[in-house]
């Protein structure tokens, strides 16, 4: 019960938080450790952006943050609504990211992502932040 309801204040409070404040100009929201060690851009770089100009309704701008945020937001979708669905007795549906493959294509989609976006060169740039 208790997670029920936190969850959902959770990620309003953080909705609000970006909705109020910049992360290209703040120094309250934290900077990438990855990027600063390396110089490289790991999976979520950009993420706090792109939620920022998501919220805002600057779709186009917050994706070329970020592109992956897409999957992350569809995928919270599904959990949200397979959740739902799990609750109500009359409907029943396999969760499919139960299913022994999820992870691993979860795994590759973002290691390639990961690999994707770092390198140099044209076609690929579009992925940086």
């Not at 909705?19 to 600063?36: G, Q």
């Not at 110089?39 to 998501?54: D, L, N, T, V």
């Not at 994706?63 to 599904?78: K, P, V």
Request: proline letters at 8%; glycine letters at 6%; aromatic letters at 14%.
């Amino acid at each position: 019960m208790f997670l029920k309801i936190s969850i959902p204040v959770v990620i309003l409070a953080t909705g609000i938080f970006y909705y109020a404040i910049n992360p290209s100009t703040s120094a309250y929201t934290p900077k990438c450790p990855f990027h600063l060690l390396t110089g490289f851009h790991c999976p979520g770089c950009g993420s706090q952006r792109a939620i920022h100009e998501i919220l805002h309704g600057n779709i186009w701008i917050g994706l070329q943050h970020n592109f992956l945020i897409l999957f992350l937001i569809f995928i919270a979708s599904y959990k949200a609504y397979t959740s739902y669905i799990k609750e109500s007795p009359e409907k029943k549906t396999e969760n499919l990211l139960q299913n022994k493959v999820a992870p691993w294509l979860i795994l590759a989609l973002v290691l390639g992502f990961w690999i994707l976006r770092n390198i140099p060169l044209e076609p690929f740039q579009i992925l940086a932040p």
